[in-house]
């Protein structure tokens, strides 16, 4: 591939997709607020830069996988923001942020003659290392045309939700939110089980084999049931702006969702007991505790 892409975040998720990319052939200008945290890619043939401005060619693509909106926003517009570099270029968004942030990004880029495609992912890092992630997109369509080779790079299936910029982050939201959803149902399921003498291991074994045979049931079942929260695949603290997201799009839509608001409160709670560094699926300890089961 001959054309340079500028690749923001190298966390947990943007280093293996960043990798992918650079196996892909792909040339790789690559920024990260810890500089240390991109050093491995450089032995791949990335290029580590100082500043996200750097990261951006005129006319380009810069791909952005970052931890909130604000971050987001600061890496396109701040002082040292790409935005400016990538005049005419395409921001390509694969970061979990709100809908409203999008439609904004979108519209700064147009007023400079760019382009903004979202494309939320769905999967961890294992995923990502694996090219596994499902990606959700909509934007302009000759920016989500450019953007596909980057794309199948990185996933095994793109689905697309049309040119509205924050469509595609109002789908991510609300498969978060499913799965915020399955991990308390769990944590609420196998608590009554261990309180009648069942172990838990022993119930998620048949549920994912039977009733609830699909990857978030047999991933966080197994999780849970084991109490295997450490290393986290995503974090808690994480787990909690992304139900704050949802809330916020349920308000602006006049959409009242209940659970969420319950999710949030069981997530709030995990984080006053200091668990915000275990994977989001920690949010289950609620329910044992709820149960007296410490």
Known sequence: MSEIIGF???????E???????????RLKVYNRTKEKARALAAEGAEIVDTPAQAA????IVVTML????????????????????GKGLHLSMSTIAPATAARLAERHRTQGGAYVAAPVFGPPPAAAAKKLWICTSGDEAAKTRAKPILDALG????????????????????????MSAMEALAEAFALAEKNG?????LANMLGQTLFNCTVYH??????AERNYDPPRFRLDLGLKDASLVLDAARAARTPMPFAALIQQRILSGLAKGR???????????????????
């Open 16 to 26: 293996p997709m960043a990798r992918n990319l650079l196996r892909a052939g792909f």
């Open 67 to 86: 931890a909130n909106d604000q971050a987001v926003e600061e890496a396109a517009f701040g002082p040292r923001g790409f935005a400016p570099a990538l």
């Open 8 to 14: 923001i975040g190298t966390g947990m998720m943007g």
């Open 156 to 179: 095994q299936g793109i689905f697309d939700f049309g040119e509205e910029p924050g469509a595609a982050n109002v789908v991510k939201l609300a498969g978060n939110f499913l799965i």
């Open 198 to 202: 069942v172990a838990p291991a022993a």
């Open 219 to 224: 991933t966080y079942g197994r999780f849970i």
């Open 276 to 294: 915000g560094g275990l994977d989001w699926s920690a949010m289950a300890l609620g329910a044992r505790e709820d149960a007296g089961l410490g």
């Open 57 to 60: 060619v005129d006319g380009g």
